[in-house]
C-alpha cells in the first residue's frame, strides 16, 4: 500500500539552528516521485521539490537540502539557519507512476508544524 | 502568470444544501486535481481530470460529491445534501500535463463550513 509518514507532529526551533524534518514512504512501485510542499498560515500549499525514484543525489537549494535514501524509503528535509519566515506546516507526499494505474494522485502525509523563534 | 485560483474562498452553508466550489487552473495546463484537507491532516486525493474526463474518481467519498470540467479548463464541485462531516479546506491543484508529470500547483483553497 502506498503510505507517507511523518512521525514529528510539531517541532519548535530558535532561529538559526538547523533543523530535519523525516518522511518515510512505503510503495508498491519502482517508479515514483516524491515531493515536499509548505503550507504557511496562509493555507496555500507551495511546490518546494520534486525526485523521482531513480535519483537518489541529494540537492541543495539555498539553505533548503534534501536527502533521498531508497534504502531506508525515506526523504528528508533540512533547513539550515532556519529563519521565522520558515514556519510554516510541511508536507511530503508521494506519487505513484505506473502506466496501469490511470493517475496521478498524490498521497500526503500528516505534515509537521514547524515554529521557528527569533 | 497566474497561479490556480478557487472561488470562493470562504462557504458557509447549512445542513442539508447544495453547493458548488469552483476552480480556475493555471493557463494551459490540462490536468486538474481536487483534494480536500481536514484540520491537522494532510490533504485527501477527491478526483484528477484530464483535460474535460474525470480519468480517476476513485477518492469521491460518496454519490454526494460529483465534479465536472465540460470545456478542459475551469472545473467545478458539487456537493449535494452537505453534512456536516463534508466541513473542510476543498484544495484544487493544475498541472501541465498530466500523468507523471509530476508538480501540482495548489490553489488558495476553498474554506467550507457546514453549520
Known amino acids: 500500500a502506498q503510505k507517507v509518514t511523518q512521525a514529528q507532529t510539531e517541532i519548535s526551533v530558535v532561529e538559526k539552528e538547523d533543523v530535519t524534518l523525516d518522511c518515510v514512504y512505503e510503495t508498491r512501485d519502482t517508479t515514483y516521485y516524491l515531493f515536499w510542499y509548505k503550507q504557511p498560515p496562509s493555507g496555500e500549499l507551495v511546490f518546494l521539490i520534486r525526485r523521482n525514484s531513480f535519483d537518489e543525489q541529494n540537492e541543495i537549494s539555498g539553505r533548503y537540502s534534501w536527502n533521498f535514501q531508497k534504502s531506508t524509503s525515506s526523504f528528508n528535509f533540512t533547513i539550515t539557519a532556519s529563519q521565522v519566515v520558515d514556519s510554516a506546516v510541511y508536507f511530503c507526499a508521494l506519487s505513484e507512476a505506473n502506466l496501469s494505474y490511470n493517475t496521478d494522485k498524490l498521497i500526503f502525509g500528516t505534515g509537521t508544524r514547524l515554529q521557528v523563534f527569533p | 502568470g497566474a497561479g490556480v485560483s478557487q472561488t470562493p474562498s470562504n462557504k458557509v452553508t447549512e445542513k442539508g444544501k447544495y453547493v458548488e466550489l469552483r476552480c480556475d487552473p493555471i493557463?494551459?495546463?490540462?490536468?486538474l486535481y481536487w483534494y480536500r484537507q481536514s484540520l491537522g491532516q494532510g490533504p485527501e486525493f477527491l478526483i484528477y481530470f484530464q483535460g474535460t474526463g474525470a480519468a480517476d474518481d476513485s477518492g469521491l467519498p460518496n454519490d454526494r460529491f460529483f465534479a465536472v470540467r465540460p470545456e478542459g479548463s475551469v472545473s467545478t464541485l458539487k456537493i449535494q445534501r452537505t453534512e456536516r462531516g463534508d466541513s473542510a479546506v476543498y484544495l484544487c491543484a493544475s498541472s501541465s500535463s498530466g500523468r507523471f508529470s509530476g508538480t501540482q500547483y495548489f490553489g488558495p483553497g476553498t474554506r467550507l463550513t457546514v453549520l
Open positions: 493557463s494551459g495546463h490540462t490536468a
